[in-house]
């Protein structure tokens, strides 16, 4: 049994105290952005920074019961490139009893506006310092793409940091209010992971929907103490760019989503169905689809007293 499943949904005074307040939430909403206080102690990031150098070494706490076609997995063959592992909460106890704080389950739920928060995702991030390298670019994207199969426009994403992080390290970029863009120009390939795009087309593309806006396209890059976090909306833009600092920038990446999100049957255009990882890997509702509620895989990360949950 993960530490995910075990949660209790209450806080500390000194927890309480770090939530956002309404000003924060207020700036949520008009910017698709918010850099918390210090949500994880120094030891417990030092702890998850510990886990995962375990993780990286190949210690399981349970393997996947079948790989997805998309997964992210780096190992050592892979090389000093950037490295993009998923599922770690579900893979790791030891990174999942930092990870799944209910706080940071709490602050979530107050941007978002909802009673109840569970895990998404969970993609262990490792940017070496090596110069020039080109998987450390992240292009511009925005998450919801990926997530054409979840009900869900609440849905957002914590950025966690080992240590300080800052432009050197080619912190998280995000683009400011772009959550509140309408989208043009759609199109069956904008559900492709960003590693599958050319870089000058999505380039393009945030320029064409700024313009389709009547935006001007403003970078804020997130610098991030250590143990603290930023979170972003699942329709913001963001992207980050090389590590210039001689020290690999370490993180996870949290995606969350509300306790209402479920799947839905996304059409491509050559009739096709899109896909994401969990289909084949959580359990189905009796209607036959995938359970984005399957506490497997998706566990409760917050829940308001007295919300009614499915997990």
Not at 92 to 113: N, T
Not at 136 to 165: G, Q
Request: net charge negative.
């Amino acid at each position: 049994m993960t530490a995910a499943r075990t949660l209790r949904f209450d806080l500390t005074d000194e927890e309480l105290a770090l939530l956002p307040d309404a000003d924060d939430v207020a700036f949520y909403a008009e910017h698709g952005w918010y850099l918390s206080k210090k949500l994880f102690t120094d030891e417990e990031v030092d702890r998850l920074a510990a886990a995962s150098e375990d993780y990286y070494a190949g210690e399981r706490s349970r393997a996947l019961p079948v790989r997805p076609p998309r997964l992210a997995a780096w190992q050592p063959s892979d090389g000093p490139v950037q490295r993009h592992n998923d599922y770690v909460h579900h893979e790791s106890d030891p990174i999942a009893q930092v990870l799944c704080k209910p706080l940071v389950g709490a602050v979530a739920a107050l941007l978002a506006g909802t009673d109840e928060i569970r895990v998404f995702q969970s993609t262990l991030i490792l940017k070496p310092a090596v110069a020039g390298e080109p998987s450390n670019i992240v292009p511009w994207h925005f998450d919801k793409h990926y997530w054409s199969t979840s009900t869900s426009e609440r849905m957002l994403t914590a950025f966690v940091p080992f240590h300080d992080c800052d432009e050197e390290m080619g912190t998280l970029t995000v683009v400011d209010g772009s959550h509140l863009w309408r989208e043009t120009g759609r199109q069956d390939s904008m559900t492709k992971h960003f590693a599958d795009r050319d870089k000058a087309d999505l380039e393009r593309v945030l320029a064409e929907n700024a313009a389709f806006n009547g935006a001007v396209i403003r970078k804020v890059p997130m610098i991030i103490p250590k143990g603290h976090m930023s979170f972003h909306h699942c329709r913001a833009y963001h992207g980050s760019g090389p590590n210039r600092s001689g020290r690999p920038r370490r993180a996870i990446s949290f995606h969350l989503q509300d306790g209402a999100n479920e799947y839905r049957d996304f059409a491509l255009s050559d009739g096709a169905t899109a896909a994401y990882n969990h289909d084949v890997l959580v359990r189905r509702l009796p209607d036959g689809r995938p359970d984005y509620a399957d506490p497997a895989f998706c566990p409760v990360l917050w829940r308001a007293e007295g919300a009614a949950g499915r997990g």
